[in-house]
């Protein structure tokens, strides 16, 4: 623990400016003071706290990286410690921001026409807009260039059809970048802006579900959804586009889990030091400090990692594999860490008066979406050998390629 009460073993403190270690400290405070007290209440009940959404915006972390539109325009390694404690929070809280800025104003920035960037960035920057990103699908999810959903010329506009799933925001959301196979299946995917409330466009909450539960999940539906052809987001070629996104939210997330790891351990260490048995702390005990020595070994490499990648990418260096590779240690790495942390609480574990067990459930999805660790693995994989092994056997004996991440 270093001077602030941060887990900081190789004083990573040092790494950051004054501006950085601001903006943290900001959300860090916010946080406490407004998410935490009634985090296990939000998770229970199945709630996304909307009222804070006008806080948020508040603050800017809304576009944060952007310098047009009124955005703040901070560097990269400024919003990974956003990300870090917001998921500190709660990976609900994370993954709400994270959707706006890398996969709704991303795209509408980086391909979207002068028209549909002057209408929708101000209104998303401002929180009183929401949006959300429809590429998932749920016969499509690691290889997501055998969607299903389609975009038929029609005359001026586009008739879309298809099922999209797990989409954070989705029935809440004003405007969602949905992405489709044009051409009725056969041409490239495209992205498209669908407005809430445009006939056949409809989205349904799924609510049956353990883990981010303080977040909203959908299922978007579209039946002949007739779009004009200006909701075309014209810069968007190929499922690469789309890739690109993922890209920019992957980065969010490999901070983002390096927080809630930093929450188990803080509450296990300080449990570990307290908690009497056998007539000793549980924290004097061999087992329990191999376990803590592994913990904060692991937040401390992660750490770093997100550091580096950080100076990387507001250098303009960074590749999407090294996201990849953070992405999949950091999450993986925190779920294990959350899963340790409910053991070291015993019976404990179990209970939402602890925030352990709502982060080991949350980190079930966190080391899902964006890409799972077999399909980052993958990535690397083929980065490091030039080999591609997403390469699949058809029926018909013809190779299938997983599309480049």
């Given at each position: 623990?270093?001077?602030?009460?941060?887990?900081?073993?190789?004083?990573?403190?040092?790494?950051?400016?004054?501006?950085?270690?601001?903006?943290?400290?900001?959300?860090?405070?916010?946080?406490?003071?407004?998410?935490?007290?009634?985090?296990?209440?939000?998770?229970?009940?199945?709630?996304?706290?909307?009222?804070?959404?006008?806080?948020?915006?508040?603050?800017?972390?809304?576009?944060?990286?952007?310098?047009?539109?009124?955005?703040?325009?901070?560097?990269?390694?400024?919003?990974?410690?956003?990300?870090?404690?917001?998921?500190?929070?709660?990976?609900?809280?994370?993954s709400f921001v994270s959707v706006m800025n890398a996969l709704v104003m991303?795209?509408?920035?980086?391909?979207?026409?002068?028209?549909?960037?002057?209408?929708?960035?101000?209104?998303?920057?401002?929180?009183?807009?929401?949006?959300?990103?429809?590429?998932?699908?749920?016969?499509?999810?690691?290889?997501?260039?055998?969607?299903?959903?389609?975009?038929?010329?029609?005359?001026?506009?586009?008739?879309?059809?298809?099922?999209?799933?797990?989409?954070?925001?989705?029935?809440?959301?004003?405007?969602?970048?949905?992405?489709?196979?044009?051409?009725?299946?056969?041409?490239?995917?495209?992205?498209?802006?669908?407005?809430?409330?445009?006939?056949?466009?409809?989205?349904?909450?799924?609510?049956?579900?353990?883990?981010?539960?303080?977040?909203?999940?959908?299922?978007?539906?579209?039946?002949?959804?007739?779009?004009?052809?200006?909701?075309?987001?014209?810069?968007?070629?190929?499922?690469?586009?789309?890739?690109?996104?993922?890209?920019e939210a992957r980065y969010g997330i490999a901070w983002g889990a390096v927080?809630?790891?930093?929450?188990?351990?803080?509450?296990?260490?300080?449990?570990?030091?307290?908690?009497?048995?056998?007539?000793?702390?549980?924290?004097?005990?061999?087992?329990?400090?191999?376990?803590?020595?592994?913990?904060?070994?692991?937040?401390?490499?992660?750490?770093?990692?997100?550091?580096?990648?950080?100076?990387?990418?507001?250098?303009?260096?960074?590749?999407?594999?090294?996201?990849?590779?953070?992405?999949?240690?950091?999450?993986?790495?925190?779920?294990?860490?959350?899963?340790?942390?409910?053991?070291?609480?015993?019976?404990?574990?179990?209970?939402?008066?602890?925030?352990?067990?709502?982060?080991?459930?949350?980190?079930?999805?966190?080391?899902?979406?964006?890409?799972?660790?077999?399909?980052?693995?993958?990535?690397?994989?083929?980065?490091?050998?030039?080999?591609?092994?997403?390469?699949?056997?058809?029926?018909?004996?013809?190779?299938?390629?997983?599309?480049?991440?």
């Amino acid at each position: 623990m270093n001077q602030f009460g941060d887990i900081d073993y190789f004083l990573c403190e040092d790494l950051l400016s004054d501006q950085e270690k601001g903006i943290r400290d900001t959300v860090r405070s916010w946080i406490d003071s407004k998410y935490l007290p009634k985090a296990a209440e939000y998770f229970e009940q199945g709630i996304f706290p909307l009222d804070l959404i006008p806080e948020m915006a508040q603050m800017g972390l809304f576009g944060f990286k952007m310098k047009e539109y009124g955005g703040r325009g901070e560097n990269n390694t400024a919003f990974g410690l956003v990300c870090r404690e917001l998921e500190r929070g709660d990976s609900g809280l994370r993954s709400f921001v994270s959707v706006m800025n890398a996969l709704v104003m991303f795209p509408i920035a980086e391909y979207g026409s002068p028209e549909q960037k002057e209408r929708w960035l101000p209104l998303l920057r401002s929180g009183k807009a929401i949006g959300c990103f429809g590429l998932t699908e749920p016969d499509a999810g690691s290889d997501p260039g055998s969607m299903r959903t389609t975009a038929v010329r029609d005359g001026e506009g586009f008739i879309l059809n298809g099922r999209k799933m797990w989409i954070t925001n989705g029935s809440i959301a004003d405007v969602a970048v949905v992405w489709a196979k044009t051409d009725g299946g056969t041409g490239p995917i495209r992205g498209f802006l669908i407005e809430k409330g445009t006939p056949g466009f409809a989205a349904h909450d799924i609510s049956r579900k353990f883990s981010l539960r303080a977040s909203i999940t959908s299922a978007l539906v579209l039946d002949d959804v007739v779009t004009p052809a200006e909701n075309l987001l014209p810069g968007t070629i190929g499922l690469g586009s789309a890739l690109r996104c993922l890209s920019e939210a992957r980065y969010g997330i490999a901070w983002g889990a390096v927080g809630a790891a930093m929450a188990c351990f803080e509450t296990v260490l300080k449990y570990a030091r307290s908690r009497i048995q056998f007539g000793a702390p549980l924290a004097s005990f061999q087992l329990v400090q191999q376990k803590l020595a592994w913990m904060v070994t692991e937040i401390t490499k992660a750490q770093l990692l997100c550091s580096r990648l950080g100076r990387l990418k507001d250098e303009g260096k960074a590749r999407h594999t090294h996201i990849s590779m953070a992405k999949m240690n950091n999450a993986s790495q925190a779920l294990k860490i959350a899963r340790i942390a409910r053991d070291i609480l015993g019976a404990n574990g179990i209970s939402l008066g602890f925030p352990v067990i709502r982060h080991m459930l949350n980190l079930e999805t966190v080391n899902t979406y964006e890409g799972t660790e077999d399909i980052h693995t993958l990535v690397i994989g083929r980065d490091i050998t030039g080999m591609d092994a997403f390469a699949c056997e058809t029926k018909a004996g013809q190779r299938g390629i997983a599309p480049s991440s």
